[in-house]
Each structure stands twice: as C-alpha cells, then as structure tokens.
C-alpha cells in the first residue's frame, strides 16, 4: 500500500467485486454449442479451413505442456489461474485463420494463453501480442509473470503490467487497431463490460473477440447483441461448467 497506493485501490475495488458478484449476481441463460460444433461454425464464419488436427498446433501443444513440465513446484500462483487447452486452441485457429498483426490479450498468470498465441505469430511473417495483467500478491509474483513464454517468442510480445482499467484505454489507443483481442482478466461483469465496451471500437472489421468464462455474468450477451456483430457463439468446455464466447466485427 505505501509503494503503489493506486495498485493497492485497484486491487481492492478488484476483490471486493469480485466477492460482490459472487454472493448476489446472476448467471445469465446462454445458447451454447458443443466444441466440435463450436469449431465448425467459427470457421465457417471465418471462411478457414483451419482444423485443430493441424501439425503444427500438435508440435506447439508438445512444446507448451514441455515448458509446463519445468515450472518449479513452488511457483506462486494457483495453477487454475492459466488458461486451459480448449482457450488455447481457440486462439490457434482464430490467429491461424486471421493472420493478425495486432493482438491484445488480458489476463496472463504463468503465461498458457500467450504462448499458444505467440507459438502460431511464429508461422507467419509478422504480428505481436500485447499483454496486460496484474500478477497475484505473492513471492516472486512479478518473475513468473508470462513464465511459460520461451526466450525466442518475446520479439513479438510486450508485457504491460497492471490492471486492464489502467493500461487497457492507452494501449489500444497507441495501438490504433486490433485484429484479435482475447479477454481472460477478472471476469466480473463491470470490468468484461469495460474491456469489451473499449476494445470492440478498436477492432478491425472482421476482427475477433474472444472472451472466456462468460457464463459469470451477461456482458458478452450484451456485446453480442449489437447491430455490428456479424457472428457470435458461445461454446461448452467439456469436463467444466465455462463457456468460451467469441464475436466476430461486422465487415
């Protein structure tokens, strides 16, 4: 508190929301679709015919749970905070089918998420990812931010460290436009709303929202209803009560 009087406030407005929304919010009634259907509707809406039977998200995926294997067992933040496979491997197929120059990413704890996303800008010529989190209050907290990342991926990736209500308005307006955003920060629903309320302005058309864990409140209901959404979906995890919702800008 008396270092960073700011990231403390932010930290706690963060906490005690969170709780807020825990004990009185609701859960709104998404129309979902399972994985497979998920994938073949996204794609089609992309027109790619990019599968996830593909070599090389295989070779990333070896590469990714190797990287995994190395993580210290005192590591310090709860391993639940990483993004899992199914996130992952959405975010292969959308950068795949895209091609973007420019993605912003919230959310990185150990790094899962950046890495499917840095390892598919490595197979073509060009794109960066910028990445904005708050690390957990813990030990080292700050060194293992991002720490799935390999040394080779960090040309094309900047970290911005601290919250997305601080860092997310002037990120996005440096950056000017935004090919790909994927969302896995806090997930009340004032801070999904102000990610989404910022970034979908910023968003190419024909760009890609990507949000997880969306059935914890009704903003990525809301953002999918607007008049210059041309797609939306919401897909079922399989072995876990989250849904991954995705919106694609109207061209």
Not at 76 to 100: E, I, K, Q
Request: net charge neutral; charged share 25%.
């Amino acid at each position: 508190m008396p270092r960073r009087p700011g990231e403390f406030l932010e930290r706690l407005s963060a906490t005690l929301a969170s709780r807020l929304e825990m004990s009185f919010g609701s859960r709104p009634e998404y129309r979902t679709v399972g994985v497979e259907e998920g994938f073949a509707q996204l794609c089609e809406a992309l027109g790619s015919s990019v599968s996830v039977q593909q070599p090389d998200l295989t070779r990333i995926e070896a590469q990714i749970k190797k990287r995994q294997a190395q993580l210290p067992a005192n590591a310090p933040f709860a391993r639940l905070h990483n993004g899992d496979t199914l996130l992952g491997r959405l975010c292969y197929v959308v950068t795949r089918s895209l091609r973007p120059k420019v993605i912003v990413e919230t959310g990185v704890c150990y790094g899962v998420t950046s890495s499917y996303l840095l390892h598919t800008l490595e197979t073509g010529p060009e794109g960066h990812l910028h990445s904005i989190d708050l690390p957990p209050l813990s030990q080292n907290g700050d060194s293992y931010l991002g720490w799935l990342v390999p040394e080779e991926l960090r040309t094309r990736w900047t970290l911005h460290r601290g919250t997305s209500r601080r860092l997310l308005p002037p990120v996005l307006a440096k950056l000017g436009c935004v090919d790909l955003f994927v969302h896995d920060s806090l997930h009340t629903y004032g801070n999904m709303k102000r990610e989404f309320t910022a970034t979908w302005p910023a968003l190419r058309a024909g760009g890609v929202l990507i949000s997880d864990d969306v059935q914890c409140n009704g903003a990525f209901l809301e953002l999918a209803q607007q008049e210059d959404v041309a797609f939306s979906i919401v897909i079922r995890e399989r072995d876990k009560d989250a849904l991954l919702g995705v919106a694609v800008k109207r061209a």
